[in-house]
């Protein structure tokens, strides 16, 4: 395997069930990054992990639960979720935290709240 | 507040002609910009960059100009292929703090055959 995997990729689920979605990058980077894509808006960053630590929570609801237990592995848990959570979920990865901006992807994962 | 804007959500250009894509930045404190391309179910992938010391960055078919005064880049991509049909992101960070990469909403290019 290479690069950075997602899975699921697609997932649905109901407002009051518990969920995750998982990050794995196989490129050795120290940095992990959570992003959401919603229709017609930008990629927003939701958290920033830095050798297992998270540096960066940019304001995101509490019902979105991050956890990076080393340095390959992501998590982003989901609990009672709203519909306008539904977006496309990016993880990402880089070597170091500061830089030139160069992050290398997943194919995300599709999330569809009902 | 979009610190990054692509104003053009979409552009279609004929195969062999030059696709020029837009970005404008708000923040002075960038210094460092990307373009990211993206495919549909793909992530996106990282295309080229520029700092902000430079005006020019040139790869192969694919050249960013940065204009700091007019808080204005381009990616010009010379000549189309259809292969080059993708939404572009543009994006930019800086580099003296943690790895925040902000994006613009991105572009859909179509090259036409």
């Known amino acids: 395997e290479t690069g950075v995997t997602q899975t699921p990729r697609h997932l649905v689920m109901g407002m009051t069930n518990k969920k995750s979605l998982k990050c794995e990058q196989h490129?050795?980077?120290?940095?992990m990054y959570w992003y959401k894509q919603s229709a017609k808006k930008p990629l927003e960053l939701m958290f920033v992990?830095?050798?297992?630590?998270?540096?960066e929570n940019n304001s995101v609801p509490s019902r979105f639960s991050p956890e990076c237990p080393n340095s390959s592995h992501l998590f982003l848990h989901l609990h009672t979720l709203q519909p306008e959570d539904s977006a496309l979920y990016l993880c990402?990865?880089?070597?170091?935290?500061?830089?030139?901006?160069?992050?290398?992807f997943g194919e995300g994962s599709r999330l569809t709240v009902l | 507040d979009q610190q990054v804007k692509q104003n053009s959500p979409s552009l279609s250009v004929q195969e062999g002609r030059i696709s020029i894509l837009n970005c404008d930045y708000t923040?002075?404190?960038?210094?460092?910009f990307l373009w990211y391309k993206k495919y549909p179910a793909e992530g996106p992938t990282f295309l080229i960059s520029?700092?902000?010391?430079?005006d020019k960055n040139e790869d192969g078919r694919f050249t960013v100009f940065l204009n700091k005064s007019a808080k204005h880049l381009s990616l010009h991509i010379v000549p189309s292929q259809p292969g080059d049909s993708a939404v572009y992101f543009c994006?930019?960070?800086?580099?003296?703090?943690?790895?925040?990469?902000?994006f613009g909403t991105g572009t859909k290019l179509q090259v036409i055959p």
């Open positions: 990402a990865s880089s070597q170091g935290t500061s830089g030139t901006g160069e992050l290398f």
């Open positions: 490129l050795g980077h120290n940095a």
């Open positions: 992990y830095s050798l297992e630590e998270r540096v």
């Open positions: 923040n002075s404190m960038f210094d460092y």
């Open positions: 520029i700092s902000s010391i430079k």
């Open positions: 994006a930019a960070i800086n580099s003296g703090g943690y790895q925040k990469v902000t």
